[in-house]
Nanobody, 121 residues
Framework: QVQLVESGGGLVQAGDSLRLSCTAS????????MGWYRQAPGKQRDLVAS???????NYADSVKGRFTISRDNAKNTVYLQMNSLKPEDTAVYYCNLNRRRPYGLGHLDYWGQGTQVTVSS
């Protein structure tokens, strides 16, 4: 199994910064992609940023230029540096590991328990 544990959330003022961390444990493959999603109360869980096993990254339009995703494969850890935070960034942030399987078996998604990020005006 794969376990994902997030940390780094908190309560901050608009314009402040936070860095989220997610450490994966269990059976981890180098091909596994990782990402961050967020979900506000009553809303859909949306992709914030993702990163491949290499350096390719993908960001939601709402966070481009403000957030940066990175990973340390040696530590099985992914980070999300969040700058210039806005109240609309308030949500529970979830770490995701996406595993591609061979032979047409599709993908597996593993999720962390989430960490709360609250941005006040």
């Amino acid at each position: 199994q794969v376990q994902l544990v997030e940390s780094g959330g908190g309560l901050v003022q608009a314009g402040d910064s936070l860095r989220l961390s997610c450490t994966a444990s269990g059976t981890i493959f180098s091909i596994d992609a990782m990402g961050w999603y967020r979900q506000a109360p009553g809303k859909q869980r949306d992709l914030v940023a993702s990163i491949s096993t290499g350096t390719a990254t993908n960001y939601a339009d709402s966070v481009k230029g403000r957030f940066t995703i990175s990973r340390d494969n040696a530590k099985n850890t992914v980070y999300l540096q969040m700058n210039s935070l806005k109240p609309e960034d308030t949500a529970v942030y979830y770490c995701n590991l996406n595993r591609r399987r061979p032979y047409g078996l599709g993908h597996l998604d593993y999720w962390g328990q989430g960490t709360q990020v609250t941005v006040s005006s």
